[in-house]
Structures are given as C-alpha cells and as structure tokens.
C-alpha cells in the first residue's frame, strides 16, 4: 500500500513563479521516487513558463532561482523551544534540488 510522504516544510518566496517552479521540481522528484523513473505529468505545469515569459511575472529557471533551507534544532519539548532554537542556514541553487532536500 502506498503511503504518501509529506515534504514537511514551506516553500515561501516574494516570487510566486519561482516558488511554483520550485512545487513543480520537489513534485517531479517525488514522482521519480515513488516510479522508479521519470514520468511527465498528466498536465505539464506550463503555467509556470508562461507566467515568466509571456507575461513576466516572475522567474521560472531553477537555474536563476536560490534557495534558503532553514532547519531549525529544538533545544527541548514544546512550542516554545521551537522559537527559540537556533537554525542552519543553507543556500544552494534551484536546480540542484535532489532527494536529500526533501
């Protein structure tokens, strides 16, 4: 039986384009996972390259797109401690998503 598996995170930007391109890529590493192989998507998000090149709402190529992974490290139980843990800081570009992102 599959279970699904959950990214457990956000994915936030002030571009909405970039953001989706980022969606789409964690969704088609997923996919992979999950297959065993790269399938395409039933409806390819092409909305995503229109939005970028016809009306240039934002960047759609991971290529140009940087990515900031905040992990935050609990120093106890509860809410609270999660506030006011420290985090790692990385930043790496779009196109270098891979699994061990996920």
């Not at 969704?27 to 092409?46: C, H, M, N, S, W």
Request: glycine content about 8%; aromatic content about 8%; overall charge neutral.
């Amino acid at each position: 039986m599959y279970v699904p598996q959950f990214h457990k995170g956000l994915i936030v930007g002030t571009d909405p384009v970039a953001v989706d391109a980022v969606g789409a890529r964690l969704l088609q590493i997923k996919r992979t996972a999950y297959f065993g192989e790269d399938r395409a998507l039933d409806v390819p998000p092409i909305h995503i390259t229109v939005a970028d090149k016809k009306y240039h709402l934002g960047v759609s190529d991971l290529n140009r797109i940087d990515l900031i992974k905040l992990e935050w490290s609990k120093n106890g139980q509860g809410i609270h401690s999660q506030r006011t843990g420290s985090y790692h800081r990385e930043v790496f570009p779009a196109n270098l998503i891979s699994t061990d992102h996920l």
